[in-house]
């Protein structure tokens, strides 16, 4: 046995050094490969830097020989007034020779005449015997000094430094995380940076097993970004950052971990009246409690049509619930949900079909009666939409009920502050405020909702939005009005 052990372990280690050679052998060629495509690449990039300089050469030259055209034109036309001015003064001074000979005065005094006019008006006596240009060029001249020995500076670019992930800067709030990051020293060759995040229940480092994937986002080209409509169903949120420049890649920042927690529940399927079908955080009036689905699925099970649906059998969790003395009966449409609020502040909120005739929003103490309704007993607090005929808006606790003049939003938020007694309904979407409940909870809450002709759907892992808290402040400051339904339990 001891020999076969040995000889196990040395055929194992045979087998890693097999593949640890299959790797290195991999790793030469990929080496090989990955330096013909660096001193492509170097190619291409020294090729460009020709191609500039040509380019530039190209045009700094074209631009040479236009002023050399300018002044050579400028100089030439000088040179033609010359010309003509030296010309027109040599038959002057040839006139002039020629009326010496004259023996009569008045013709003489008349010839002077003639040569004093010509000569007065004769060009040669305006012209500037001055070039109108310089033959230097010396102003075309270039000095490449600089950028020789920038050229001389150049090297392979260099791996970004990590970033460091500035925790005091870091906001979470309204479902967004907002992250912001510095360079540890300034980089200019830096392209863009990657964010990578992932969701978690551990506070900490990030844990080797049980994490979720990370997210990905990438060409951030600020050093802060906001990642917006979260849900928040877990209580942590890992992040880092990665430094990127055109060629590479730098170490990412060391992971920081944000605190994101929310009110994360279920609807119950559980605790629902048969007449509501319950899908996780969606819940549906059921006219047929359940009865028309049976009767769909039966044909799919026709074969075995003797024995009970799944989902209806004696075993099955659900129907054992359905025949317990706390499952709702009767017109107590209601469907409670699968977390207790037991202490701190937390928000969800609630969207009606707009087809639903009638359904209530609130919260319960645990172990409701098996007719109760929300609001009329002593241990329910809810607000009440009644679209039947003509709509009603009211707040509804110990079987009373107060009218809300105030229109019915589409989204409807919930507040519940269970260590300071208070529970608001806010219009989700302007985060206006619709009721506030003031009272003193002394047995955990659950979410409760009742249904009649319609559908809900609940939208949980939501932090109190900073608006609630703004007008909870304010309220809570000023002295708000409160609602005369209000007790202490």
Known sequence: ETLQRIVSTLVNKNDEIHNFIDMLNHTISNVQVNSSNAISELDEEFDGLYSVLHEMKGS????????????IQALQDQLSQCSRALESSEELLELAVQSLDIKNPVELIEAARQIKDSVT???????????????????????????????????????????????AACLVADNCITVSWRMPEEDSRIDHFVLEYRKTNFDGLPRLKGEQRWELVDYIKATQYTLSGLKFDTKYMNLRVQACNKAVAGEYSDPVTL?????????????????LKVEDTYVEWDPTGGKG???TKGKENKNRSNTASPKRSTNSPRASARGGRDRFAGESYTVLGDTAVESGQHYWEVRAQK??????????????????????????????????LQTTFSAKHNNKAKTLDIPVPDRIGVYCDFDGGQLSFYNANSKALLHTFRTKFTQPLLPGFMIWCGGLTVSTGLQVPSAVKTLQKSENGLGGSTSSLNNVA
Not at 60 to 65: E, K, P
Not at 137 to 165: C, G, N, S, Y
Not at 259 to 275: G, I, M, P
Request: net charge positive; glycine share 2%.
């Open 60 to 71: 700094m030259a074209n631009t040479i020989q236009q002023e050399e055209a300018r002044k």
């Open 121 to 167: 008006v004769a060009s040669a006596f305006r012209l500037s015997l001055k070039p109108k240009v310089s033959d230097s060029m010396t102003h075309m001249m270039v000095d490449f000094a600089l950028e020789k020995r920038m050229l001389q500076a150049v090297k392979f670019l260099p791996v970004p430094k990590a970033p460091e992930i500035d925790v």
């Open 259 to 275: 605190e994101t927690k929310a009110f994360v529940f279920s609807l119950d399927s559980t605790s629902s009246h048969l007449n």
């Open 293 to 295: 689905q049976e009767k």
């Open 355 to 388: 087809d639903c005739k009638s359904y209530s929003v609130g919260v319960t103490y645990r172990n409701p009666g098996k007719f109760d309704q929300l609001g009329k007993t002593n241990s329910s607090w809810c607000i009440h939409i009644n679209n039947w």
